[in-house]
């Protein structure tokens, strides 16, 4: 991983810290990199109705788009039921389908095992040319 990476990866794992994961116990963090160079954390955020339980994917994304950003260029994932973030924290489907709005197939997926593409998670998309 490039030190701009880890420092990514860092910030995924410190948002993990405010993981509300009471049913679980897995904290997940996310830190989202703007194209222009913003960080927006998340973390997952658990219900006791538990299909309400948003992703810290999905928390990052939201609170960057509701921010006023849309351009992305880099995810970090970290996500541990203990202190050790060292397992990759694969993102869920919903999260890569929702990334997918916003972010091609070159952005990068960054988990405790290195770099990936957006491509390599989500090879095919539902998108709007399956609408046309
Ligand atoms: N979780 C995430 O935050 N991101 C993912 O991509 C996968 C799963 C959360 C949801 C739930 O709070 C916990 O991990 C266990 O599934």
């Given at each position: 991983m490039t030190k701009k990476e880890i420092e990514l990866f860092s910030c995924a794992v410190r948002a993990?810290?405010?993981?509300?994961?009471?049913?679980?116990?897995f904290r997940v963090g996310a830190a989202l990199l703007t194209e222009s160079g913003q960080v927006f954390t998340g973390c997952n955020i658990e219900n006791?109705?538990?299909?309400?339980t948003i992703c810290a994917e999905r928390t990052a994304i939201f609170k960057a788009v509701s921010e006023g950003f849309s351009a992305f260029t880099a995810i970090a994932v970290a996500g541990s039921?203990?202190?050790?973030?060292?397992k990759p924290c694969h993102p869920c489907g919903a999260c890569l389908q929702v990334l997918s709005q916003f972010c091609g197939d070159d952005f990068m997926v960054i988990l405790s095992d290195g770099a990936h593409t957006l491509k390599d998670f989500l090879p095919f998309v539902f998108s709007d040319d399956n609408l046309s």
């Open positions: 993990a810290e405010n993981s509300y994961s009471p049913y679980s116990h006791v109705s538990y299909s309400l039921s203990s202190d050790d973030f060292s």
